[in-house]
């Protein structure tokens, strides 16, 4: 349940009328594997066709992993302020109190849907139909059947409806599509929608309908690669048949579609280097890393008529703003007691020259146990406009310098330092809902011993 006292605009910026969101976020993808973003051998064109018909943030940073990433996009604030510092077990689990954009936009009169992965909590209390999703076909966890003793099934897998387990039958990422698209076909008409579609391609395990992987068989440098290539070539196409849809309706003017990755590409390849199979527009690192190649991510916003397509926006934007800008948009108010840390992007969708003001935004490795405490300055970095620190001795000018080739620290002491201020304070600020969280980790590692314990006496 929402606060009773909220503040927050009650008129959506675009006027008279509250659009329709589509918001996609696929697992894995990387910033380079796109054709639009000059990948030499991966062919995207429907994906194309809306980076063509887009305002594209080229500056968009992310977390490093899955759910940390997942966290920020539905609550607008720091992963760790939810207590979400893992992939796993409770670290995974986002604060049962945290107001989600689900929520905000249903209390805004929106129909809310999620198709795909969740990834944000495994027990019942924490499932997207106790989070503000109307209707939910969702798994839980990293991998689709992860723990399952079915096991990970991208064809034919079983799937959460609204808490009960159901058979599904084809490729998961065209269940998700296509199951969110008959859902729309339901409501549309019958007032504003948000549809999430969070795909688990390609993410591992690799895999794909056969006629995705066959045109890339021969010129990937692997099979993994081939698979790779094909998940997201289904993706492609699922995205336009979407797109398709939308205009078959007569509401693609009236819908807001989002297309964005939850991290830098996962490097499965490193055993057989080469320029085709880890391709990420010059940039360093990968999913995981603090890095700019495993942080900065594609994110496309399409509104015709109200946005201006083929636009590139080069300001620092972050996963922490698509709460904010969605809520905006929908008009919906905001609980007055909620402080996010992201900042709406409708001026910039607006007018890319709008004014912004520059910020510090925090990244951090995930997957770590024991007292949080002990993980501060373990793996971070701090961006802004035109800098990313990295630890405490590096310092890198993007805007000049995307593949961190140069360390410009020495030339710069005054502004890494108010970088490594800035982490400071905000560490203190959010170490008290890490640790809160680390309980939890804690009790659960009790409970396991406990149970392998009994398992042996037995």
């Given at each position: 349940?929402?606060?009773?006292?909220?503040?927050?605009?009650?008129?959506?910026?675009?006027?008279?009328?509250?659009?329709?969101?589509?918001?996609?976020?696929?697992?894995?993808?990387?910033?380079g594997d796109l054709s639009c973003h000059g990948n030499p051998l991966?062919?995207?064109?429907?994906?194309?066709?809306?980076?063509?018909?887009?305002?594209?943030?080229?500056?968009?940073?992310?977390?490093?992993?899955?759910?940390?990433?997942?966290?920020?996009?539905?609550?607008?604030?720091?992963?760790?302020?939810?207590?979400?510092?893992?992939?796993?077990?409770?670290?995974?689990?986002?604060?049962?109190?945290?107001?989600?954009?689900?929520?905000?936009?249903?209390?805004?009169?929106?129909?809310?849907?999620?198709?795909?992965?969740?990834?944000?909590?495994?027990?019942?209390?924490?499932?997207?139909?106790?989070?503000?999703?109307?209707?939910?076909?969702?798994?839980?966890?990293?991998?689709?059947?992860?723990?399952?003793?079915?096991?990970?099934?991208?064809?034919?897998?079983?799937?959460?409806?609204?808490?009960?387990?159901?058979?599904?039958?084809?490729?998961?990422?065209?269940?998700?599509?296509?199951?969110?698209?008959?859902?729309?076909?339901?409501?549309?008409?019958?007032?504003?929608?948000?549809?999430?579609?969070?795909?688990?391609?390609?993410?591992?395990?690799?895999?794909?309908?056969?006629?995705?992987?066959?045109?890339?068989?021969?010129?990937a440098p692997t099979e993994n690669m081939a698979k790779y290539f094909?998940?997201?070539?289904?993706?492609?196409?699922?995205?336009?048949?979407?797109?398709?849809?939308?205009?078959?309706?007569?509401?693609?003017?009236?819908?807001?579609?989002?297309?964005?990755?939850?991290?830098?590409?996962?490097?499965?390849?490193?055993?057989?280097?080469?320029?085709?199979?880890?391709?990420?527009?010059?940039?360093?690192?990968?999913?995981?890393?603090?890095?700019?190649?495993?942080?900065?991510?594609?994110?496309?916003?399409?509104?015709?008529?109200?946005?201006?397509?083929?636009?590139?926006?080069?300001?620092?934007?972050?996963?922490?703003?698509?709460?904010?800008?969605?809520?905006?948009?929908?008009?919906?108010?905001?609980?007055?007691?909620?402080?996010?840390?992201?900042?709406?992007?409708?001026?910039?969708?607006?007018?890319?020259?709008?004014?912004?003001?520059?910020?510090?935004?925090?990244?951090?490795?995930?997957?770590?146990?024991?007292?949080?405490?002990?993980?501060?300055?373990?793996?971070?970095?701090?961006?802004?406009?035109?800098?990313?620190?990295?630890?405490?001795?590096?310092?890198?000018?993007?805007?000049?310098?995307?593949?961190?080739?140069?360390?410009?620290?020495?030339?710069?002491?005054?502004?890494?330092?108010?970088?490594?201020?800035?982490?400071?304070?905000?560490?203190?600020?959010?170490?008290?809902?890490?640790?809160?969280?680390?309980?939890?980790?804690?009790?659960?590692?009790?409970?396991?011993?406990?149970?392998?314990?009994?398992?042996?006496?037995?």
């Amino acid at each position: 349940m929402l606060p009773a006292v909220v503040r927050g605009a009650e008129d959506s910026a675009i006027k008279g009328r509250k659009p329709n969101i589509i918001f996609i976020l696929t697992d894995d993808q990387g910033y380079g594997d796109l054709s639009c973003h000059g990948n030499p051998l991966l062919k995207t064109p429907n994906i194309d066709k809306l980076y063509s018909e887009s305002v594209r943030f080229t500056d968009f940073q992310v977390s490093p992993l899955c759910s940390p990433t997942r966290c920020a996009l539905m609550t607008g604030r720091h992963e760790y302020r939810s207590g979400v510092h893992n992939t796993r077990g409770p670290g995974q689990n986002m604060d049962i109190k945290a107001t989600t954009i689900a929520q905000v936009l249903k209390s805004a009169g929106y129909s809310t849907g999620i198709f795909g992965k969740w990834h944000l909590g495994a027990e019942p209390e924490y499932q997207p139909w106790k989070r503000g999703f109307d209707v939910a076909l969702s798994f839980s966890t990293g991998m689709i059947g992860e723990g399952s003793p079915s096991g990970m099934n991208l064809f034919d897998g079983n799937l959460w409806r609204n808490g009960k387990s159901e058979k599904t039958k084809g490729f998961c990422t065209d269940v998700f599509f296509e199951e969110a698209k008959k859902w729309i076909a339901d409501i549309k008409g019958k007032g504003p929608f948000f549809a999430y579609i969070p795909t688990n391609a390609p993410h591992t395990p690799l895999d794909c309908p056969e006629e995705f992987i066959k045109p890339y068989q021969g010129k990937a440098p692997t099979e993994n690669m081939a698979k790779y290539f094909g998940m997201i070539a289904n993706i492609d196409a699922n995205v336009g048949k979407l797109m398709a849809q939308l205009k078959e309706w007569k509401i693609d003017n009236d819908t807001l579609v989002i297309f964005m990755t939850d991290n830098g590409a996962s490097n499965h390849f490193k055993d057989k280097p080469s320029p085709v199979a880890f391709y990420n527009a010059g940039m360093k690192g990968s999913k995981g890393s603090v890095e700019e190649g495993g942080t900065r991510v594609p994110s496309f916003w399409r509104l015709p008529g109200e946005f201006k397509g083929g636009v590139d926006v080069d300001r620092l934007t972050s996963n922490i703003d698509v709460f904010p800008t969605l809520a905006e948009m929908a008009g919906a108010k905001i609980p007055a007691d909620l402080k996010l840390d992201g900042r709406s992007l409708v001026p910039l969708l607006k007018n890319p020259k709008s004014d912004w003001t520059d910020r510090f935004v925090f990244i951090h490795e995930s997957n770590w146990g024991g007292n949080p405490a002990d993980h501060k300055a373990t793996g971070f970095a701090v961006r802004n406009d035109r800098f990313r620190l990295v630890g405490n001795k590096e310092l890198f000018d993007v805007k000049a310098d995307r593949g961190q080739t140069k360390n410009v620290y020495d030339a710069n002491t005054q502004v890494a330092n108010k970088m490594k201020e800035a982490y400071d304070k905000w560490w203190e600020e959010v170490l008290p809902p890490l640790q809160e969280n680390a309980k939890g980790d804690e009790a659960d590692e009790k409970q396991d011993k406990s149970k392998k314990k009994n398992k042996k006496e037995k």
